[in-house]
């Protein structure tokens, strides 16, 4: 059970599923997410966008000093995926925290926002870019993050989720879908996984072939110069 939580299921695959490319990609969104935020933010708390669209932009005008935490709060989900990436012996935990780092945003987009509905569809985003690991787990645990944080705030800082205030059913308005994504994206990495197992078993088996070819080959070609 242990292995299961904390081992990478893929890493026979690693190869095969490009995780080298993938992992800078991730890095590179990661950055594009905290230029995105940068601007949402500066747009939101120094030219007060909300006064004029609180849809899509934002429900209420956020503080300089909310801004300013929010920023660093970006800084930090980007940076320290980036700087730790290579370093992390166990490449799952790695992935572990860049989805911590992408679920993180989600929660920054929604309170910069004053609990914008708009910003909530950045959580569905991020649980459809992890299924390019092919790891169904990554899905769930976003699932996890997402249902904490409208769970606890839904009680405790309502307007940081939701425009319209606290709103219990909301919590399973919201969940109900999230959950339904997390099924598909499963399915998904299941069929991903599978076909990837398939062609590197057939690519296995005519490597095989192939040196049984040869050695026969060769066995023929010293038969004949014996003879």
Not at 93 to 110: D, E, M, Q
Not at 199 to 214: H, I, P, S
């Amino acid at each position: 059970m242990k292995e299961f939580l904390t081992a990478d299921i893929n890493e026979r695959y690693a190869v095969a599923l490009n995780y080298r490319q993938i992992d800078r990609f991730m890095i590179q969104v990661l950055w594009w997410h905290f230029a995105a935020l940068g601007l949402l933010t500066l747009g939101n708390t120094v030219f007060r966008l909300g006064l004029y669209f609180p849809s899509p932009f934002s429900w209420r005008i956020p503080s300089l000093e909310e801004g300013a935490v929010t920023i660093v709060l970006g800084l930090l989900a980007s940076s320290i995926p980036g700087g730790l990436y290579g370093r992390v012996r166990n490449p799952y935990a790695w992935r572990i925290l860049l989805s911590f780092s992408f679920t993180a945003y989600s929660y920054l987009f929604v309170f910069i926002s004053g609990g914008s509905i708009e910003m909530h569809f950045h959580f569905f985003m991020i649980m459809a870019l992890l299924v390019m690991y092919s790891d169904w787990r990554l899905g769930w645990f976003v699932l996890v993050l997402t249902a904490l944080h409208h769970g606890v705030l839904n009680y405790l800082q309502p307007s940081w989720v939701y425009f319209y205030g606290r709103n219990d059913f909301a919590i399973v308005a919201h969940g109900l879908p999230v959950g339904v994504m997390a099924l598909f994206t499963t399915r998904l990495c299941q069929t991903q996984r599978r076909s990837v197992a398939i062609l590197e078993e057939t690519r296995r088996v005519q490597e095989e072939d192939l040196l049984k070819r040869r050695e026969a080959e060769e066995t023929l070609r010293e038969s004949e110069e014996k003879s």
